[in-house]
């Protein structure tokens, strides 16, 4: 659980504003912020929750030109980037650690998933271009 906070704190926090279509194709970079989260454990039922909760930040920046997702103390390489005509994904790994980030192409939408064998972390939340 330490090093799951360590990466939250460090690289997941998300930015809900306004935006436009077209900003969501990884040509701009992006500032997001978490505005729900579900903490989801081997064997259990799924919790909802705040970003607190999770400790997850509360803002980071996807960089398209340094291919990295960077948060205020931990800068994450993205490691696969595939746009389709309605989505954009991201994908990394991080501190034992998988995560997924898919942003919906016209809105800003965005969910997160962070993964190991013992459970998951979703985050749902909006991002805006910088």
């Not at 900003?23 to 607190?52: H, N, Q, W, Y």
């Not at 400790?55 to 490691?79: H, W, Y």
Request: with cysteine; net charge negative.
């Amino acid at each position: 659980m330490k090093l799951m906070r360590h990466f939250l704190i460090g690289v997941l926090p998300w930015l809900a504003l306004p935006a436009f279509a077209g900003d969501f194709d990884g040509s701009k970079p992006l500032i997001c912020a978490t505005v729900a989260t579900m903490d989801c454990m081997r064997g259990e039922e799924c919790l909802a929750g705040l970003p607190e909760d999770i400790a997850a930040p509360a803002f980071m920046r996807i960089d398209f030109a340094r291919k990295a997702v960077v948060g205020p103390k931990t800068t994450s390489p993205i490691l696969l980037q595939e746009k389709s005509e309605d989505q954009l994904l991201l994908q990394g790994r991080e501190g034992g650690f998988g995560w997924t980030i898919v942003l919906d192409g016209e809105r800003g939408e965005m969910t997160a998933t962070l993964t190991n064998r013992d459970g998951a972390y979703v985050l749902y939340g909006n991002c805006t271009p910088l």
